[in-house]
């Protein structure tokens, strides 16, 4: 839905429109947020891209406008993805990949 819409239904109907409204914005917000954290846009493919999308996540949020349904941007690292331990400093995550890769490389 666009913006222009939302404003049109507000003026009509402030009352549904409103929550509408609310709803879209928080949406946006946190499209703009998975946006920074993963230093891409979504289906952008970057070298410098730190996470993947991974769908949405239907949350709720009560206000006095009643109940909202947002979508929250769900974010995976690559080394979650590949269910390596990413703590420590850049030499050990390059030693556990490495050894990841090799593991499956050698698999049978």
Partial sequence: ????DLISDYLNDSNGSLKQLITWFLNEVMEQEAVEQSGAIKY??????KTQRNGYLESFL???????ILLKPQLRDFA???GIDNNGDVNNFALKLCDFVEADFTKS
């Fill in 1 to 4: 839905m666009n913006l222009y």
């Fill in 44 to 49: 952008e493919r970057i070298a410098s891209r």
């Fill in 62 to 68: 009560t206000t006095i406008h009643g109940k909202l």
């Fill in 80 to 82: 979650g993805r590949l």
